[in-house]
């Protein structure tokens, strides 16, 4: 077992290509752990040069609409009448605590998607 840090898009590649063929090492054995380490070493990586940014909240419910197949009208008792959702998701009013509490508690949207900062459109 030859195994250093992953620290450039080669080293990865390596890693990538040596999970590859460990991918079926019998569960206990010297490879099963190598596969193990090196895993373990390749998600490090990817989380470090593969960031995903967080949606804005508008972005987030759209999608949780999309998966759940909501509607506009669906989202009334959460963000108040017909005309504020319509604001909030052309990003002409921007979420208030207790709009952000209903998505999250509702729709189980993460709350960290929801309270970051976006713009408004002009």
Known sequence: MNIKPIKNQQDYELAMVTIEKLWDAPPGSAEADELDILATLVESYEKQQFKIEAPDPVAAIKFRMEQQGLSDADLVPLLG?????????????????????????QLKIPLESLISDYHLAK
């Not at 909030?88 to 508690?105: D, G, P, T």
Request: hydrophobic letters at 30%.
């Open 81 to 105: 009448q017909r005309s504020r959702v319509s604001e909030v998701l052309n990003k002409k009013r921007k979420l208030s605590i207790s709009m952000i509490r209903n998505l999250h508690h």
